[in-house]
């Protein structure tokens, strides 16, 4: 299947690793990041890897998430292509994921 990320899940993988170059190293801030792209490249061949997100039930979109170290990578599958929404850190508030809408 092919996987498409969302202009959301480009910023935040982009945010994330500003974040760890600016706050750690360069270093481990391409470590985070391609651990999270290994990730989602394992959905092309198991779409169906990764567990319902219960946060986004509501929605009735079929939300499943995928985690990576802090992060759940948050997707859903749609006319054969596995759509990346977003990728969220699970130390913030979960509210906060309810509002991906």
Known sequence: MKIFLTQNAKERL???????KK???LRIAKTIK???IK????LSKHPELGNEE???KFL??????LISGHYK?????LD???????????????EKLKKLK
Do not use: H, M, V, W
């Open 73 to 77: 990578i948050i997707y859903r599958i």
């Open 14 to 20: 982009k945010e994330i690793y500003a974040y760890y």
């Open 34 to 36: 391609n651990k999270i």
């Open 54 to 56: 219960a946060a986004l």
């Open 60 to 65: 009735n979109s079929g939300y499943r998430k």
């Open 80 to 94: 054969a292509q596995i759509i990346i929404d977003t990728i969220f850190d699970t130390r913030q508030e979960p």
């Open 39 to 42: 990730e989602i490249k394992k």
């Open 23 to 25: 706050e750690a190293s």
